[in-house]
């Protein structure tokens, strides 16, 4: 399940909880809107190749360019024994370093939530391969 970070989110470095306009936010409306961005793609376009493609080649030249970077990618938890989106540090070198984002209370459990239905599915993936 999509969980947005919303005590991470910030506007210029400073917290958008701290801006007046914020509290009005539709914030379950914009994780619904993101939740269905790609459907939204695909049903007018067709595909969502080229944004793919686009990504993989900005992750690349962030590598290759040892630029150093922040970006969201998938990667493997130790905690969790799965792969999940965090932010890092892309270098020459790849993930150069993770950067935890401090979650409250109640994203933590989502986080760990997520993850944990995300390792079941693998386990049910691997008793029906062996099968």
Do not use: H
Request: hydrophobic fraction near 40%; charge should be neutral; include cysteine.
């Amino acid at each position: 399940m999509f969980q947005v970070a919303w005590s991470t989110a910030s506007i210029a470095g400073i917290p958008l909880d701290l801006y007046p306009a914020a509290k009005s936010l539709d914030r379950e409306g914009v994780a619904t809107e993101t939740r269905q961005k790609a459907s939204a793609l695909i049903e007018s376009k067709g595909s969502t190749e080229f944004g793919i493609a686009s990504v993989t080649m900005s992750i690349c030249k962030s590598i290759l360019f040892d630029q150093r970077n922040v970006r969201a990618v998938s990667i493997y938890d130790e905690e969790s024994k799965v792969c999940l989106s965090k932010p890092v540090v892309l270098g020459r070198k790849g993930v150069e370093q993770i950067l935890e984002l401090p979650l409250n209370e109640e994203e933590k459990k989502a986080f760990a939530k997520s993850a944990k239905s995300l390792r079941e599915v693998i386990e049910e993936a691997e008793k029906a391969e062996k099968k």
